[in-house]
């Protein structure tokens, strides 16, 4: 199993920044991919940006160019940079790591709110 905890959501002005980090125990070496997820109220959660097992990075076309997701394999934690925030990314953002152990499961951590006001 996986345990995933984020931290570093809160409220930034547009144009500003924040840095979440998604810290994982248990058994990390089975983790093919790290991804974080968000979802605003009423709508669905979506895929923000993804950092697989080889170091290959996908985002999603509304976020290229402002957010930048890496990994400190040391610390067994991924981060998020988001740079010049929109008011339309104000979301509850998840992590959610892919771990395969026979199968693939999928784990989810608690989310933080990141709120960008206008």
């Known amino acids: 199993q996986v345990q995933l905890v984020e931290s570093g959501g809160g409220l930034v002005q547009a144009g500003g920044s924040l840095r979440l980090s998604c810290a994982a125990s248990?058994?990390?070496?089975?983790?093919?991919?790290v991804g974080w997820h968000r979802q605003a109220p009423g709508k669905e959660r979506e895929l923000v940006a993804r950092i697989n097992s080889n170091g290959s990075r996908d985002y999603a076309d509304s976020v290229k160019g402002r957010f930048t997701i890496s990994r400190d394999n040391a610390k067994n934690t991924v981060y998020l940079q988001m740079n010049s925030l929109k008011p339309e990314d104000t979301a509850v953002y998840y992590c959610?790591?892919?771990?395969?152990?026979?199968?693939?499961?999928?784990?989810w951590g608690q989310g933080t709110q990141v709120t960008v006001s206008s």
């Open positions: 248990g058994s990390t070496s089975s983790i093919k991919a």
């Open positions: 959610n790591a892919l771990v395969l152990s026979n199968t693939y499961y999928s784990y």
